[in-house]
C-alpha cells in the first residue's frame, strides 16, 4: 500500500518474522500501554479510500476482515474458517462468526456486502476499487457499465457471505486483509456521510482496538482495547499510544527517554544505532522507485530520455550512504520475496533483474550517450523538472541525492518540492506533479500487486505511461492463464522484464525498516501484508 499497500498466496514477500520472540505467555499488569510512532498523519479512516500504510495499519489495529494473518499463517477473523473456492474457483462461501461493533450492532454478512458495492461503486472513487477485479460483474461496475447492485456479493441471511466470480482469482483469500474488503456499519456511515472516516467520533469498530483521541489531522491518536471484539481475550494491551515523529534523531532520543517503546530510524541515526542491542531491521515487501509523467514532461515519452533516467543513478550508493537502515538498491519494482518459479522455486525478482539489471542499473556513461539521443529526438537541449517529494528527512535527502545524480546529465535541471504526505499523494493522484519520489507496499504477497500499478489508466500509474504488450501480459495472468501457476507466472515474468526495460519508473531501493525496540514487546507479529499485528502482543515485566 502506498499509496499502499496496501498485498496473494502461498508467496510471502515480508520476512514475516517475528517483532520479539512470542516468550512465555503474558503477565499482564491492570493497565498496558505500547508506545510507537508514525512517521507522518492518518489520511483517512474510510477504508474505501485508505492508501498508505499509516492509515492502513491504522484500520488493521481496529478493524478485522474475513482474515487476519498471525505472522506467515493466514487465520479466520470474522470468518469462522479460511475457506478454499468451489465450482472451478468462481465460488466462495464463508460462514461468519457472530461478532459485534464497538456500538453494540451485530456484525453480518450485510455489512461486508455494503462495504464492498460502495467500495466498487464509481461514486465512491474509491483509489482501491480495482482490487474487486475479478468478482462478478466489478470491472464493468468500476467502468459505469453497470450498478454498484450487481456485484458478485451476496448475504444469506445474517452470517453467510457468498462471493461470485467472474474468474478465478489465484490471490483472492489474501487480498482479504486489505481495509478495503473489511466491513462497514451502514448506519454509520449513513449518519456522518462526509465526515466518516474523518476523526475518530465519526467511526465504529470491530477489531481489536478502538481508534480515539484523533482530530483529523493531530500529530497523535490512541488505539484502546475494544472489548467487543470477538477475541478480546487475546488482546493483552490495553492502549497503543502513536505519535508523529518525521525526524529520525528525535525518534531516537525518545525512544532513550523511555518515551518510545518501539522508534523507526533512517540515515545517519540508523547507522549510528545499527550495532544497538535494541536495534532491529525488519525486510519489507516495499519499493520506492521515481515515477516519470509523462503527461506533464511529453519528452518523457521517449523511450531514451526515460532510460537515461534510470541509469543515472546509483542505486546501490543511494541505499547505503542516504538510506543507510539495511535498505538496498533493487532494479525490479517488485520487491524480493514477492514470489518465486513454480518450477524451480527462484526468487521472482531476482530472476526478472537478470534481464532488467541491462537497463535498471547505473551506468552514467551509457547514460549521458542515451540522454543525448533522447533529447536531439525530442528537439531539445535539456530539461527542466520538478521532483516532488515528501517532508520527512530522509525524503528530502533523498530528492537531494537525486537531484545530484540527474543533473550528471547535461541540460538536466531538477528543482526540488518537499511537501507533507497527504500533499505529495493528491499531487500524485491529480497528475501535476511531474517527477515523483513513490513507493509502494504491496496489498498482499504476489508480484500482481505491484506489476498491476502500471496498465493503462490504473490510479497508480503515476508515469501515465501505456504499452499493450504490457497490458496483455497482465490481462492473461488474470484471465486464461490464471488457473496455470506456471503459465501465470511466466506472464508476470515476462511484464517485470518489460517495464523495466520500458521504464516508466526508475527502481531504487527495497525497504529495510530500522528499529529502536523495546525488548520487553512480546507475541506482536510482522505480516506478508506488510502489517504489524498486535493481537496476542504484550509488554514483559
Known sequence: ???????????????????????????????????????????????????????????????????????????????????????????????????????????????????????????????????????????????????????????????????????????????????????????????????????????????????????????????????????????????????????????????????????????????????????????????????????????????????????AINRDEFANKVIGDGSFGISTITPENSGSNPKTGEDFSKEAAKESKTVQTYDLKKAKQLWAEGLKEAGKSGEDVTLTTDDTDVAKKSAEYLQSALEQLPGMKVSISSVPFKTRIQRSLDGSAQFILSGWQGDFPDPISFLDLYTTGNTYNFSHWSNKQYDDLIKASKGTDANSETKRYDDLLKAQELLSKESPVATLYQTVQGHLRNPKLKGATFSPANMYNFVGAYMAK
Not at 481495509?179 to 462526509?194: A, E, H, I, S
Open 1 to 311: 500500500m502506498k499509496v499502499k499497500r496496501l498485498v496473494a498466496g502461498a508467496m510471502v514477500f515480508a520476512s514475516a518474522a517475528l517483532l520479539a520472540a512470542c516468550g512465555s505467555k503474558s503477565s499482564s499488569s491492570s493497565s498496558e500501554t505500547f508506545n510507537r510512532m508514525e512517521k507522518d498523519v492518518i489520511s483517512t479512516m474510510d477504508n474505501a479510500h485508505i492508501t498508505d500504510v499509516i492509515s492502513g495499519q491504522a484500520a488493521v489495529d481496529t478493524g478485522d476482515g474475513l482474515y487476519r494473518y498471525k505472522g506467515k499463517k493466514l487465520e479466520p477473523a470474522v470468518a469462522t474458517k479460511v475457506v478454499k473456492p468451489t465450482n472451478n474457483g468462481l465460488t466462495y462461501t464463508f460462514n461468519l462468526r457472530k461478532t459485534k461493533w464497538s456500538n453494540g450492532d451485530p456484525v453480518t454478512a450485510k455489512d461486508f456486502v455494503f462495504a464492498w458495492k460502495r467500495a466498487a461503486d464509481p461514486k465512491t472513487k474509491s483509489e482501491y476499487a480495482y482490487l474487486f477485479s475479478g468478482i462478478k460483474n466489478a470491472d464493468d461496475i468500476t467502468a459505469g457499465k453497470k450498478a454498484a447492485s450487481t456485484l458478485g456479493v451476496k448475504a444469506e441471511g445474517d452470517y453467510k457471505l457468498v462471493v461470485t466470480m467472474d474468474r478465478p482469482v489465484p490471490y483472492f483469500s489474501t487480498m482479504m486483509v486489505n481495509p478495503v474488503f473489511f466491513p462497514l456499519n451502514q448506519k454509520t456511515v449513513d449518519k456522518y456521510g462526509k465526515k466518516f472516516g474523518t476523526q475518530s467520533k465519526y467511526l465504529v469498530f470491530n477489531g481489536p482496538f478502538k481508534l480515539t483521541n484523533w482530530n483529523g489531522t493531530g500529530n497523535s491518536w490512541d488505539e484502546v482495547k475494544n472489548t467487543s471484539y470477538w477475541n478480546a481475550k487475546q488482546v493483552k494491551l490495553d492502549k497503543i499510544h502513536v505519535q508523529v515523529v518525521k525526524d529520525s534523531n528525535t525518534a531516537a532520543n525518545l525512544f532513550a527517554t523511555k518515551k518510545l517503546d518501539d522508534a523507526v530510524l533512517t540515515g545517519e541515526i540508523a547507522k549510528q544505532h545499527a550495532k544497538d542491542k535494541d536495534y532491529v531491521g525488519d525486510k519489507q515487501g516495499r519499493t520506492t522507485y521515481l515515477d516519470m509523467n509523462e503527461e506533464k514532461v511529453p519528452d518523457f515519452k521517449n523511450l531514451k530520455l526515460r532510460q537515461a533516467v534510470a541509469m
